[in-house]
């Protein structure tokens, strides 16, 4: 089954953002409890996260003053359209209790499951790049090779093997999911994983060889009017890691490190002028084109421990947003 990802941007009412905050550390809570299933029990979705952005500074002096959304995302299988019906039908009182802060939301006494639906879909915006870690595997199969996997552990921790050989440990592993008929999903076929696709690389390839002096004096022009006409003239930031306060860190990391696998979002401005905007479209087409064609194998950039990552570009490609869910601390992934 198709994975896919989705984002969803509304507005919050201004004066209700603390409201929506306490309510969205409730349902943290709930979450780090083992409380709130309402999402697992859908069967068909990888990770979820609401973040509220603009209710503070975008990045270090920052002077605009900005009006409070909230972002929601999510990494499911199948079609957006099923998804959000689901969501909608099976998680109503989540959504309600989240979603009564933001902007035009309907009035919880009229609301409906389609009313849910159309306004969580009006609201969605366009991904630009988006990386599956493990295409084709779906939130059930993981399910099963997890129960597969916990399985045989136990039964190899049920008795003594010393002296035993290895093959013969194979066969009676094998004999002891026969005798089960919770495994039987292990007799169907293989599920197709994707393979890196060496035919439209190679035409690529040569199409880029026979176009070199075409595109390679032109990408040094460009090269050369980004950096003198535009990255020179910027003041850079002068804050560094060193200068921030260490208590500060410390309860960054403890609010980000709270599970075995965790997620880090990434809020920045687009710098002004046509010419970037052109480079960093370029670079994510570039990027949408490497994770379909070679970083299909569970690795980006030879990381295995990412799940999912995107990009999102909004407000008139003037913002940029990164998600990613990943194995580990905070620290060990960046």
């Known amino acids: 089954m198709k994975q896919n990802s989705i984002t969803i941007l509304v507005p919050v009412i201004p004066d209700r953002v603390q409201e ?17 299933r309402d999402f697992d029990e859908l069967a068909l979705i990888h990770y979820a996260r609401w973040v509220v952005i603009d209710h503070g500074k975008s990045w270090i002096n920052d002077d605009q003053k900005r009006e409070p959304k909230l972002l929601f995302v999510i990494d499911y299988d199948g079609k957006e359209a099923e998804m959000l019906s689901k969501i ?19 009035p919880l006494n009229i609301i409906t499951d389609q009313a849910r639906k159309a306004f969580l879909h009006d609201h969605v915006i366009k991904d630009t790049a988006v990386y599956i870690g493990a295409p084709g595997r779906s939130v059930l199969q993981i399910r099963k090779e997890k129960k597969l996997r916990n399985y045989i552990r136990a039964f190899l921790d049920s008795r003594s093997w010393t002296g035993v050989s290895a093959q013969t440990v194979v066969e009676a592993i094998k004999t002891q999911l026969t005798s089960s008929t919770e495994f039987d999903f ?18 690529v390839g040569l199409l880029a060889i026979l176009l070199l002096p075409i595109w390679l004096p032109i990408l040094i022009c460009w090269m050369l009017v980004l950096h003198f006409f535009y990255e020179r003239k910027d003041v850079n930031f002068t804050r560094k890691r060193s200068q921030l306060d260490d208590d500060f860190l410390t309860e960054l990391e403890k609010y980000e490190d709270w599970q075995n696998q965790n997620q880090f979002t990434q809020l920045v401005d687009m710098k002004e002028g046509n010419v970037r905007l052109i480079s960093i479209k370029f670079m994510f087409m570039l990027s949408n084109f490497l994770i379909k064609m070679i970083f299909n194998q569970g690795k980006l950039m030879g990381i295995p421990t990412i799940h999912f990552a995107k990009w999102v570009m909004f407000e008139k490609n003037s913002r940029v947003l990164f998600f990613s869910n990943f194995d580990g601390s905070w620290q060990q992934y960046l």
């Open 20 to 36: 929506l905050l306490s309510q969205l550390a409730e349902v943290k809570h709930n979450a780090q409890e083992g409380i709130a």
């Open 186 to 203: 292990l007799k169907d076929d293989p599920i197709a994983m994707p393979k890196i696709n060496y035919p439209v690389l190679i035409l």
């Open 88 to 106: 909608c039908e099976k998680s109503s009182t989540i959504l309600d209790l989240i979603y009564v802060f933001c902007t035009d939301y309907p």
